[in-house]
């Protein structure tokens, strides 16, 4: 390819050279004829006469060269031949127009921007970025942009986020110089880009957008005024942002335009303009209000931080110069905001659906004249969220106190006439900053706010003694407290509020509610929160050492009582005041766990608070009720529109499957908002078990749901997917896909305090899920599917064990010892030669057995021995018990038990399509084959891993144990032959094989034992690391 270009470069210098010797011939013509001279005539002709036969051989040596070599290679199976071949075309294309700038050429180009390689891909959209960005050359590719521009326009969505990139770059030359090329619809599939995680891919399509659309000056023929371009900027922007419908999220459109709109988006003073416009005509509707104002957020946090918003890759450290840009744009933007986010609050206008309201819809303190933004929550709270990027230190250098003023003024406003959390939360840490004892007005910030809490602690004051005294409350009476304690609660957060007295009368409230249950739910809650802050404030307030012995009695009299009813709340009837007194009862054990008084703290040891094993039982089973065993309320089933017959725990007998779901489920955002608040009571469980305010025992409620995933619908009947009218409930959780990052942290952070106890609470959680199941479903159970799962949760559990096995070699011995005794703890059952109940457990434990060393595989099998002969059961060599066999076998050294794992030696059930059982075994587990999959006759298949042979499917589960095939499984419809496989019969062998991996009913369950070893399929069905099947020695010595 190399010497295709070198050889394009001098067919280019010979076309150069006879086009100055036709300038140089026709200048000569063109004299007269008394001044021609004939001799240089007849040179310039000769001249072009050896250009042309040069231009002809080289041409040739190309076409020869094109066609042997290029043709062939850019089909290689070596990508990186094929990217060279597509970049050297490229080079050609751009060098030589006139000779390879043709359909015939660009052919190829435009058949390998289906290459399955990045790399190969990757060139080709930079060849073609080469052509489009001339227009001459842009002009002859019109029949390849009409036969190719669906691929290009698809590629946008490449799974390769740098292709995507120069995909889009491509297509914004196209868009420049070829105007009519792509349509609207084609425009359409860029839009969406810039909301994609990828900034890189984001801020190409940010580029594309503002030359297509948000171009002021794209058909304007003359310059006009650079305020005039931004409005009609921001116009066609919002247009855009409220049309499209793709996204809500503002920031992450402003971080697309930065690169190419950013001196725009910086126009703070056109957009107070245009949010502050009162015209009927030009200004702005709600809607349009509301999107703009999360412009100005957006625009303003991304200046003052320098930082692309949350899922745009990591943040960046900036430089020293982008530091001093940084402060310079905080600077500006706070000159520019300062005095228009006052007026931005206050702008009067109608009384808004978001503000306080009562039941009814009644105002709850009507004004005379309510703030249009402060009506609505969400431009509140994100106006709000602009004051934390100003500089705040220009109120007094610039001299804007009276902006100041105004400022604090409407947060007062803001505080008393909102309920929003998200405005409250915005507005208090507003406050907070003002309140800042480095700011040189802090004064006027305290000022205000010990006026607001003021106002709120004399209405809570009055409420609660009305509450107490009186034997009910009217609607709006509840709802008046409830929205001031919210707001209290609020403020708690980020102020310190213990001098207002508050714990008093919300500790009565709480002890009423405990006593009488007469204190409304919306109540409950933001008290709980008040009294929570009040405690933690109050330890922060105390020193590290010489603390007052009265100040330490108080507090922990305090943290005692406060504890006490939250865990009388546990029991609440309403789910917001259990899951609140949940939480805080999880900070509180943590915050006075037994890590206080350490680092210098000695002398906070009497305030350390550790739960008794009422409280540890009780946490753990809300635990189980809230996080685990969700279920679904009536109120639920009758927002979903789903019958009671498809909860978990509800019978499905009588169950009519087609009448189950009768309206589309609720949108998946309040699914997630509930997955998170089930994400943090876990969490905080967890993190009293890792900081030892639990015993780690409690752990094993969690650890047993590690990798449990839960079916389709439990608890309701198997329906096909048209009788759900392809609508289902919503699903039990997923806990490993849930919850499966923090307990995987759990058990990490658990091994490191002490490795006995660990393995022991694994234990634990193994032997509670057998004892459950035991419990539902009776003796037989080694062929349930939940026998399965606790399989693979052991499995999972003895990947932990893999590394460092010195360290791990005690806690796994004493596992497998204590194992040993829970499987042989229960008595046999009233039948002659029936196993324990337990005893099943051993097949779980023979999942650590490959994590044991040599030695102590051995002292574990002497322990097992002993164990039987203490209860005089049969040796055993002659014990019939399967689950036995097969963790005797796992025991068993590679010489004397050969490649016995407990894998193949307990048949297992078919799983379900999509069970955890079915995954690819990791290489280095027991029974993982290196290659292909061994099917009943004994050739491996690589092409059959999931069909009747597979390693992940039971197809014939056979018992490798015995030399037998499994119990419960039908044997009517298998081949009957009993012949010797021997060498000559490979070929008999292979069909039958391939027959019988192509059968879907090869065997199937059924009620028949075939335990007959003498049985039509011969004996000896050997181990499946080297035997094959076949009858008697076969299967022992030669397969």
């Given amino acids: 390819m190399k010497l295709m270009t070198a050889l394009v470069?001098?067919?280019?210098?010979?076309?150069?050279?006879?086009?100055?010797?036709q300038r140089q011939y026709e200048a000569e013509r063109s004299k007269g004829l008394g001044r021609q001279a004939t001799d240089k005539l007849e040179a310039l002709l000769e001249k072009r006469r050896e250009l042309q036969e040069q231009q002809k051989e080289i041409e040739n040596m190309m076409n020869a060269i094109f066609k042997g070599v290029f043709v062939h290679r850019y089909r290689d199976v070596v990508p990186e031949i094929r990217a060279i071949c597509m970049e050297e075309l490229g080079t050609w294309m751009r060098s030589y127009a006139d000779s390879f700038l043709t359909d015939g050429y660009l052919k190829y180009i435009g058949w390998t921007l289906h290459d399955k390689q990045r790399e190969v891909r990757l060139q080709c959209v930079k060849a073609l970025q080469g052509l489009y960005c001339r227009r001459d050359m842009a002009a002859h590719m019109e029949l390849f942009t009409s036969r190719f521009k669906t691929r290009m326009v698809s590629m946008v969505l490449d799974k390769e986020p740098d292709v995507a990139v120069e995909v889009v770059k491509m297509l914004t030359l196209m868009l420049e110089n070829m105007e009519e090329a792509l349509t609207e619809e084609d425009c359409q599939s860029v839009y969406p880009v810039v909301y994609v995680s990828s900034r890189a891919l984001a801020s190409s399509a940010g580029l594309f957008l503002y030359r297509r659309l948000l171009n002021p000056q794209r058909e304007a023929g003359r310059e006009r005024s650079r305020d005039g371009d931004n409005r009609t900027f921001f116009r066609l922007l919002l247009a855009f942002f409220l049309e499209s419908e793709l996204h809500e999220h503002a920031a992450y459109l402003v971080d697309s335009l930065w690169d190419c709109a950013g001196t725009r988006l910086r126009d703070w003073e056109t957009i107070s303009a245009l949010l502050l416009e009162e015209s009927p005509t030009e200004g702005l509707v709600d809607q349009q209000e509301k999107a703009l104002v999360e412009i100005l957020a957006a625009s303003v946090i991304q200046a003052a931080e320098g930082q692309p918003p949350v899922g745009r890759g990591p943040a960046k450290r900036p430089s020293a110069r982008e530091r001093k840009a940084q402060v310079e744009e905080r600077t500006r933007l706070t000159h520019c905001l300062v005095p228009a986010l006052p007026q931005l609050l206050a702008k009067v206008g109608r009384w808004g659906p978001h503000c306080c309201r009562g039941p009814g819809g009644v105002s709850a303190d009507p004004p005379t004249a309510a703030p249009q933004f402060s009506a609505d929550d969400e431009k509140a709270a994100l106006l709000l969220e602009v004051l934390r990027c100003f500089d705040l230190s220009i109120y007094c250098?610039?001299?804007?106190?009276?902006?100041?003023?105004?400022?604090?003024?409407?947060?007062?406003?803001?505080?008393?006439?909102?309920?929003?959390?998200?405005?409250?939360?915005?507005?208090?840490?507003?406050?907070?900053?003002?309140?800042?004892?480095?700011l040189a007005l802090h004064g006027r910030g305290d000022l205000v706010r010990s006026r607001l809490v003021d106002q709120l602690a004399d209405k809570f004051h009055q409420e609660v003694a009305e509450l107490l005294q009186a034997s009910s409350l009217d609607e709006e009476e509840v709802y008046s407290m409830a929205?001031?304690?919210?707001?209290?609660?609020?403020?708690?957060?980020?102020?310190?509020?213990?001098?207002?007295?508050?714990?008093?009368?919300?500790?009565?409230?709480?002890?009423?509610?405990?006593?009488?249950?007469?204190?409304?739910?919306?109540?409950?809650?933001?008290?709980?929160?008040?009294?929570?802050?009040?405690?933690?404030?109050?330890?922060?307030?105390?020193?590290?050492?010489?603390?007052?012995?009265?100040?330490?009695?108080?507090?922990?009299?305090?943290?005692t009582s406060f504890?006490?009813?939250?865990?009388?709340?546990?029991?609440?009837?309403?789910?917001?005041?259990?899951?609140?007194?949940?939480?805080?009862?999880?900070?509180?054990?943590?915050?006075?766990?037994?890590?206080?008084?350490?680092?210098?703290?000695?002398g906070l040891a009497p305030l350390v608070l550790l739960p008794d094993a009422g409280l540890q039982s009780q946490l753990a089973a809300f635990l189980m009720d809230h996080v685990f065993h969700h279920t679904y309320s009536q109120e639920e089933l009758s927002a979903t529109g789903t019958s009671p017959l498809c909860i978990p725990g509800v019978s499905p007998r009588d169950a009519c499957p087609l009448t189950v779901p009768l309206l589309p489920p609720e949108d998946g955002e309040n699914r997630i908002e509930e997955l998170h608040q089930r994400?943090?009571?876990?969490?905080?469980?967890?993190?009293?078990?890792?900081?030892?305010?639990?015993?780690?025992?409690?752990?094993s409620d969690v650890f047993k749901h590690y990798a449990k995933v839960g079916g389709a619908r439990e608890g309701c009947p198997a329906v096909p997917a048209m009788a759900w009218r392809h609508w289902a409930p919503p699903p039990p959780p997923q806990f490993y896909s849930d919850y499966g990052d923090i307990i995987k942290e759990t058990l990490n952070c658990t091994r490191q305090m002490d490795?006995?106890?660990?393995?022991?609470?694994?234990?634990?959680?193994?032997?509670?899920?057998?004892?459950?199941?035991?419990?539902?479903?009776?003796?037989?159970?080694?062929?349930?599917?939940?026998?399965?799962e606790i399989r693979d949760l052991a499995r999972r559990f003895s990947l932990l064990f893999s590394l460092h096995q010195l360290r791990n070699r005690p806690a796994l011995f004493s596992m497998h010892k204590e194992g040993i005794q829970f499987a042989f703890q229960e008595p046999a059952g009233p039948g002659l030669?029936?196993?324990?109940?337990?005893?099943?457990?051993?097949?779980?434990?023979?999942?650590?057995?490959?994590?044991?060393?040599?030695?102590?595989?051995?002292?574990?099998?002497?322990?097992?021995?002993?164990?039987?002969?203490?209860?005089?059961?049969?040796?055993?060599?002659?014990?019939?018990?399967?689950?036995?066999?097969?963790?005797?076998?796992?025991?068993q050294p590679q010489e004397e038990g050969g490649s016995v794992s407990s894998r193949s030696t307990a048949p297992r059930p078919r799983p379900p399509p999509g069970s955890a059982a079915k995954r690819p075994r990791v290489d280095g587990e027991a029974g993982a084959e290196p290659w292909g999959t061994l099917c009943p006759w004994g050739l491996r298949h690589p092409q059959h891993r999931a069909g009747p042979c597979g390693a992940g499917e039971a197809g014939p589960a056979l018992s490798l144990a015995g030399g037998t095939l499994a119990r419960g499984w039908d044997q009517s419809e298998a081949p009957q032959s009993t012949a010797r496989v021997t060498t000559g019969q490979g070929a008999e062998r292979r069909q039958r094989c391939r027959h019988l991996c192509r059968s879907q009913t090869v065997l199937r369950r059924g009620g028949t034992r075939c335990g007959d070893r003498n049985g039509v399929w011969g004996q000896g069905w050997g181990s499946r690391r080297g035997m094959g099947c076949g009858a008697g020695d076969t299967a022992q010595g030669q397969g």
């Fill in 833 to 891: 030669g029936l196993p324990p109940l337990n005893l099943p457990f051993l097949e779980v434990l023979s999942e650590f057995s490959p994590r044991l060393l040599r030695p102590d595989k051995a002292l574990l099998l002497a322990y097992l021995e002993k164990m039987c002969q203490e209860r005089q059961w049969l040796a055993l060599r002659d014990a019939p018990w399967p689950s036995l066999v097969a963790y005797r076998n796992s025991l």
């Fill in 397 to 438: 250098t610039g001299r804007l106190e009276k902006h100041l003023e105004l400022l604090l003024g409407q947060l007062q406003e803001v505080v008393q006439k909102h309920t929003g959390q998200a405005v409250l939360e915005a507005a208090s840490h507003a406050l907070h900053v003002l309140c800042n004892p480095e």
């Fill in 483 to 559: 929205a001031t304690l919210k707001r209290i609660a609020v403020l708690f957060n980020a102020h310190d509020l213990t001098p207002w007295q508050l714990f008093e009368p919300c500790a009565q409230l709480l002890q009423r509610a405990v006593d009488m249950g007469e204190v409304p739910p919306q109540v409950l809650v933001p008290a709980i929160t008040c009294l929570h802050f009040h405690i933690l404030w109050e330890l922060s307030r105390l020193p590290s050492t010489d603390v007052p012995q009265g100040q330490l009695q108080s507090l922990k009299t305090r943290v």
């Fill in 9 to 21: 470069n001098v067919a280019l210098g010979v076309s150069l050279h006879q086009e100055n010797n």
């Fill in 755 to 788: 490795r006995q106890e660990w393995a022991r609470t694994l234990l634990l959680s193994l032997q509670q899920l057998m004892t459950e199941l035991l419990l539902q479903q009776g003796p037989e159970i080694r062929a349930t599917e939940s026998f399965q």
């Fill in 563 to 602: 504890c006490s009813l939250c865990q009388s709340c546990l029991s609440d009837m309403d789910a917001g005041v259990r899951e609140q007194a949940f939480v805080v009862l999880s900070d509180l054990l943590l915050v006075f766990g037994p890590q206080l008084p350490q680092d210098g703290r000695e």
């Fill in 679 to 699: 994400r943090v009571l876990l969490a905080g469980f967890c993190k009293l078990i890792v900081y030892n305010v639990l015993e780690l025992s409690a752990a």
